[in-house]
């Protein structure tokens, strides 16, 4: 008998006691996605989407913005790509400037000494 409560136990929703409303909240909600992702949305609805920035503003872009950023991505090396994220996920200003210049990782002479 106790094997067969255990199993309806595992099938019932688990729900936090602590909300009144009863719903549980997402903790994701407040994030930024990934800015490559929602490169990848826009192109997906012909450049009808809203970017969100880090900053908290929306912006649409363009399709010509949206395809040379993802295509410069695409062709740059993994520490110049993770630099590219980090400022064109700041604002729309960072976004620009990722997208017109070349952006150099921060990197330290002495960590590659060997």
Known sequence: MKIFEVLEA????????????GQVQDADQDKVPHILMQLRKAIDVD?????????????KLDMDSIVAFIKKYMTAKPLDKEAMQNQAIENLE??????????????????FNW
């Not at 595992?10 to 409303?21: I, Q």
């Open 10 to 21: 595992k099938k019932r929703p688990v729900t936090d006691m602590d909300d009144e409303d």
């Open 47 to 59: 450049g009808n989407y809203e970017f969100k920035f880090k900053d908290g503003s929306k912006h």
């Open 94 to 111: 960072g976004f620009m400037s990722a997208l017109e210049k070349d952006v150099q990782p921060n990197m330290n002479k002495e960590r």
